[in-house]
């Protein structure tokens, strides 16, 4: 008895063997067809090949496509478990021709590998046609198939079409005949929905094009576009006549009864079952990209893990069940599918993280749905507003709560739960307007609130297409915009990513599928809406984008490669600072752009050369350690508890992504094996040595306390490095030096140098209280109060305090103004003795002064502040205003 792995590989061998073209599954994620939440046929990958918009080097192809039917259209979710053929996640074996083969040569191919390839007795199928497909009808007469096994069929069932118009045309569909033991009767019969004939391969013949007048014509280049279920012609092969009792499905469901300690053929059967299925659907999703969410494939990808959950739970697991079944599953699966292997860990995270939470939300749920119905007359609805409540506040879905009252024969006001959730966008909303963001904010939030967020595809591909929700133009919403000009584009799913965590947005082109001399020029990608939306700014030349258009998107390849490696490095040199610094070190700012990266971390004084060189050769150590980068899903809580570091400015949700790079050498590393683990959504390289080589050009101050670094990756590291080889040989020349005695040689300049300026320093602050000794600028008394004024020249607005405080010490009691002129423009700085704050205040005297001087504000704290202006000419009535101002308040 063949396995599906065998029935798959003899398959595809099969059709490689015919000249075909062996292509790998596509991701579940679809990359050409923004009108899809999921893969859900063979043909999706091949869409823009049958209309001609894409070509390749090969005309026919064959796949094991991976498929997902849990959302849109193509539902199943809500049968599986309780059919023989219903699954959320199926294979469908397929072969394809792009203007090579037609009907003469694909019913035979078919008709031949079911016949011999798989041995099936022809005298049990039968086949249908389109009727008036009279040229399949004689194909199959000569193939052997006898004309009344030959059912004509004049509806939609056999007529195939890509959308309203487009692409068409017949199909043909093979049945098998399970047996007369079976209820049910052939395709095209009043009994045709039983289970006694059932369709194992449908094939396409593409060869019309239909226009929106009802009209149609013959496609230039008509094609061929096969599929048929693993899991039923498995079934067939394996003498079952239920799916779920194939020998893959088989295996995950003893699986799942052996971790639940039941019996897998018992009362609770339906359990395993979708246990079984659900575990393939949400495995393939997380391995694709795809997380649990509340919004979009997110959303359908957590319904789907929740109701398998619950079936544990109905089993009596006490513990989470279905991240202990992914091994199993990647043991069934995962040669034909290295992409399970390659995610096993984070399939298995992300399954155990959401049962742990889902588990509590179920348990608390139904706890506070027993209380709200016990006050309800017998049988009456929960009202919607509850039913909110159980989902607002305490996070119970509303599919659950009605999934609990089904069981209890009562229902859920759902017009009254759909009233709660608008009054409450509408408490959002007004939030939001309150908030002080910009006075734009507000469509962001209906756009938002209309089209839902946007998808990100960026994690794995740099190439797809999107659908156009929504136009920004002017600072207004518009249906169209036309070149030449610019607007923000919405779209329903994007590969660019939005500006955010110190990642600079992502550039590249867009093309609109209608009318392909229309590209726009993506200039930047932001996130708006509280970073649900993606808006592309996008530069038309000429021609038009609309809602509701399609558009083929395209990142800057080389650009993202260059930002992805900035901000890896980043990654390693905030650990190298921690190492070389301390653990003090924390990141208070970044900047990942594709030239170059910035880094504030806090420190409060300036990294000597040895230790810059230090942090230097250890990020470098381990971009050559060419290690994996890893990520994972995770809580906050749980990935602090690991030692992930959190990056400044960054909201985190309910989970986060955790990026984990290096393997750690002894007494390295924030958990004893990893070099770095940090939070973080942004994009990264595969591994450390994509990164080339990083070079830091210096070390500044940012702020007070906060130190940053620049620096640079790959090419422009390179170069820089070149380049300094250069500027090193010319100095060693200025020198009269070797070139390996230049670094020496000018550190002692630059340490002369630093000595000769504190020096400077010194006279300037000596000048400023006096010429030294205990001179100084005398203090006259004002309103009883001593005071000194003094207008300074040569001195940095950054010296002032110290000079202040000098003044003070001297004084013992009184108030100090300084304005240091430099350039026509004064930096001014105030100081009033500790006795005197409660009554005069050193930020009142330097706003006076500030104003007089022509200029706004100041500020700091009671007993010294500081301020500017442009104009220092001014610097006697300044001094006045501060007298003035003195002899007031005292």
Known sequence: MPSLNDIRSTFLDYFAKNDHEVVASSPLVPRNDPTLMFVNSGMVQFKNLFTGLEHRDYTRATTSQKCVRAGGKHNDLDNVGYTARHHTFFEMLGNFSFGDYFKEDAIPYAWELLTKGFDIDPKRMLVTIYHTDDEAAEIWKKTGVP?????????SDNFWQMGPTGPCGPCTEIFYDHGEHIPGGPPGSPDEDGDRFIEIWNIVFMQNEQFEDGSMKALDMQSIDTGMGLERIGALLQGKHDNYDTDLMRALIEASAHATSSDPDGPGNVHHRVIADHLRSTSFLIADGVMPSNEGRGYVLRRIMRRAMRHGALLGAQDPLMHRLVPALVGQMGQAYPE???????IEETLRLEETRFRQTLDRGLTLLDEALAGLPDGAELPGEEAFKLYDTYGFPLDLTQDALREKGRSVDVAGFDAAMEAQKAKARAAWAGSGEAADAGHWFDIAERTGATEFLGYDTEVAEGQIVAIVQDGAPVERFEGPGEAWIVLNQTPFYGEAGGQVGDTGHMTNLENRDVVGAVADTKRFAGGAVFGHLTRLESGALAVGGSVHLTVDHARRGQIRANHSATHLLHEALRQALGSHVAQRGSLNAPDRLRFDFSHSKALSLEELARVEAEVNAYIRQNAP????IMTPDEARGIGAQALFGEKYGDEVRVVSMGRAETGKGVDGATYSIELCGG???????????????GDSASSAGVRRIEALTGDAAFQYLAGQDHRLAEAALTLKAQPQEVPERIRALLDERKALMAEVAELRRKVAMGGGGDG?????DVGGVAFVAQTLSGVSGRDLPSLIDAHKARLGTGAVLLIAEADGKAAVAAGVTDDLTGTVSAVDLVRAAVEALGGKGGGGRP???????????????AIAAVETLLGELS
Do not use: M, N, P, S
């Open 147 to 155: 004309e009344d096994r030959i059912i004509r069929i004049a509806t």
């Open 776 to 780: 100084g600028a005398e203090a006259r």
């Open 629 to 632: 980068v890893e990520t994972r």
């Open 863 to 877: 007993d010294l502040a500081q301020g500017g202006a442009k104009d220092a000419e001014k610097a006697d009535a």
């Open 683 to 697: 994009t990264h390289v595969t591994r450390t040595g994509d990164i080339g080589t990083f070079v830091t050009l």
């Open 340 to 346: 399970l292997g390659r995610a096993q860990a984070l």
